[in-house]
């Protein structure tokens, strides 16, 4: 059975600093690429940053310089280094996994609240 769960989400005050996590199971992590997403009430989920199976890394515009995604292989994990965070960062993160176009799976999401 294939499983995304994140953590690592909270109430964090502008400025600050969060990691998250996913961690997977139920496939084959190495070969998927993996992808943080955000979205926000009655918006569409929008790409955060992506990492692929070779280790090939892409960040949103508005997080560049701020975020850090990484993998590790041997742990099935993905994480998110979220820092400088700003009140436009709240949203409910989630984890994506896909290989090809036909395997595709998602968390369950977590949320991050930046505000003072």
């Known amino acids: 059975q294939v499983q995304l769960v994140e953590s690592g989400g909270g109430l964090v005050q502008p400025g600050g600093s969060l990691r998250l996590s996913c961690a997977a199971s139920?496939?084959?992590?190495?070969?998927?690429?993996m992808r943080w997403y955000h979205q926000n009430s009655g918006k569409e989920r929008e790409l955060v940053a992506g990492?692929?199976?070779?280790?090939?890394?892409t960040y949103a515009d508005a997080v560049k310089g701020r975020f850090t995604i990484s993998r590790d292989n041997a742990k099935n994990t993905v994480n998110l280094q979220m820092n400088s965070l700003q009140p436009g960062d709240t949203a409910v993160y989630y984890c994506?996994?896909?290989?090809?176009?036909?395997?595709?799976?998602w968390g369950k999401g977590t949320l991050v609240t930046v505000s003072s």
């Open positions: 139920g496939f084959t992590f190495s070969s998927y690429a």
């Open positions: 990492i692929s199976s070779a280790g090939d890394i």
């Open positions: 994506n996994a896909r290989y090809r176009i036909v395997f595709n799976y």
